[in-house]
T-cell receptor, first 110, second 115 residues
């Protein structure tokens, strides 16, 4: 199926740095979801967004539903080693069909 | 949050045999479940969409006779890999759409090794 454009593909950062990643779509979405996947495990839902402009936090994580409804951003502040993993975005269009981003691989260097 | 459970988490089977993986939504009813395959360091690859009480919808290139999907109840979908071969070895993940229809929760994943 269709996949969202997620960037960057990978990030190598120092512990303590902030992280920012985004997903874009060519069509309007009603829902944006952000997941984290640890190696060998299923993705875990981090943040769910349902309204354009919505800004939601979950601890050090903050995600925003873009005003244009075609993009979403995930920020991680003051990264720690356990933030390592692959982060996926997912979006649902007006037909409630879900599409997934290709993932951002995050490596945190202690 | 909602919980989706997969079983088994790891399975080893002989080439030519069939193996079944279960996906259960533990605290909500899921009319739609999804099955994915994931290769190392790659994104999720959607295999099929499983709708309760009806036939699954398979993605292009996925053999429906090879990967049998059954969604007989609102809390259970099964994926059966028939006549498994070593190239079927992979990480298989399911997900379920919640009752509101606007959030998806994933299972823990199942490692399949065909020897």
């Amino acid at each position: 199926g269709q996949q969202l454009n997620q960037s960057p593909q990978s990030m190598f950062i120092q512990e303590g740095e902030d992280v920012s990643m985004n997903c874009t779509s060519s069509s309007i979405f009603n829902t944006w979801l952000w997941y984290k996947q640890d190696p060998g495990e299923g993705p875990v839902l981090l943040i769910a967004l349902y309204k354009a402009g919505e800004l939601t936090s979950n601890g050090r994580l903050t995600a925003q539903f873009g005003i244009t409804r075609k993009d979403s951003f995930l920020n991680i502040s003051a990264s720690i080693p356990s933030d390592v993993g692959i982060y996926f975005c997912a979006g649902a269009n007006t037909g409630n069909q879900f599409y997934f981003g290709t993932g951002t691989s995050l490596t945190v260097i202690p | 949050g909602a919980v989706v459970s997969q079983h088994p988490s790891r399975v080893i089977c002989k080439s030519g045999t069939s193996v079944k993986i279960e996906c259960r939504s533990l605290d909500f009813q899921a009319t739609t479940m999804f099955w994915y395959r994931q290769f190392p360091k790659q994104s999720l690859m959607l295999m099929a969409t499983s709708n309760e009480g009806s036939k699954a919808t398979y993605e292009q290139g996925v053999e429906k006779d090879k990967f049998l999907i059954n969604h007989a109840s609102l809390t259970l979908s099964t994926l059966t890999v028939t006549s498994a071969h070593p190239e079927d070895s992979s990480f298989y993940i399911c997900s379920a759409r919640d009752e509101g229809g606007n959030t998806i929760y994933f299972g823990e994943g199942s490692w399949l090794t065909v020897v």
